[in-house]
């Protein structure tokens, strides 16, 4: 069964080749399209629910529900049933939200000044402050309050038209700090299809200082007015990216040419561009994340992302779309746009909200058969040549040919033929009565062996012979009476 396995995938792989001549071709330097697909827009809130027992005067149940957002980034979908590796801070809320319900609701109530954030207060009134501490976590007998929280993130995927409700993940496995990889799988599985567009995973971060790199992310959610943000970016020195992240640095030393990438990519982390994939310019994969913030913008590598995802028992893959929009890709970096463009149709019926696909093929059929189609040029170098006339006289020859052998034998076929001659008789037989009717023996062509039939011959009886009279019981020459009935015998 491997046998025939690896024989089936070897003539597909065949097949693939002659098929697709261009998909030989390596991706260009800094290409970005190959993941920008699989790029989703990430919000999380914290939903409250609070009831406030008010034991001061007259018992009352208060009860209160808030929506506390405390996480927009970027995240990316490493598997077709829509799993994402986003960052622990787009997953998980750091600050202590049943605080700041407490806060919120004993203001509103009781009518007392209360900021409405994370820490615990005091109040001046004893009895009041009594039952806010109480309000606070954790949980006892004698607590004011009961406290529901629960979290919602939502994914907003890069498709046209835009996505107004995204779909819900939750958070399976996420690192200690902030900054660690957390994995989001969708809290409703996908039912049939294909599933989503994903990005590749590489095996490593370049270790060369300089190496260039592209981020890519949104800082809303992806619609007409919110492309995806693409910048360049340069590695520091260094390996792998480590717990802390490695940082980015300006490869121009002149001070008057430096972008000070650190601080522009620690300002986009903080526009929403964090837990954004940092996309390697040799072949467009996912070497790292960003992190960071402020005026430091970092990377978390690869290794760490392999890590979360293998403890969190997933397997990072690529699907039929990926499959069929990188082959699509290939050609339209190349320039083999009249190729390209059925490609990414077929990308469009797989997945028809790819806005990247979409882009591409508009870009491909406007090129196609252009001067920039190298598809073009090349059956343009090499012209088909007309065909000679002698293989269709040499054809016409034969046939005319065969057609006055045809009929010339048909009118043998049609000829009078001659009488046949009778046979010769096989032998001669005595003359027969003026009554009786001849016989005509006529020869057969095939040649048989006749049997000849023995004639009986009729004899006189032997005088010398006698028989009994009464029974016919054969008697000897000397006998007188018959040995069987006793009979005399007459002379």
Known sequence: MARLTALAGGVAAALVLIAMPVAAHEHPSGITDLVTPAVVRLEAVSHVEI????HIGELKHVERSYDIPFGA???TVVNPDGTIVALRRLAVNPDDVAVYAANKIFAEHHKVKIPADYNKHKLSDDLLDRHLQECYPPKSDTATCIVNVTTEITAYPNVSPPSQDGFKVKCIKAGPTPDSP???VPVTPAAGGVGMPTAPLADKVPEQEGSPTSVAGFLGRPGPKVQATVEIAHLAKGGAAGENGRPFADPEKDPAKKADEPAKLGALADKGLVGAPVIGDKDGHVIGLLVGGGKEGRMIGVREITGILAAAKVVPRRGAIDTAFEAALTRYHTKYYTEAAPGFQRVLELYPGNVVAAQLLKTSLAKRGGPEDKGTKQAAATPARSTPLWPFILAAGILFLAA???AYLLWRRRAPERPAELPEPLAVGPPLDD??????????SQSFQVVPQ???????????????????MRLGPAHRFCGYCGHPIET
């Open 73 to 75: 980034g970027t995240g």
């Open 51 to 54: 009831t406030l027992l008010d």
């Open 454 to 472: 023995q004639q009986q011959v009729m004899t006189a009886p032997d005088p010398a012979i006698m028989y009994c009279t009464s029974c016919g």
């Open 435 to 444: 009554r009786a009717d001849q016989t005509v023996v006529v020869r057969r």
């Open 404 to 406: 006055g052998g045809g």
């Open 182 to 184: 957390a994995v989001l």
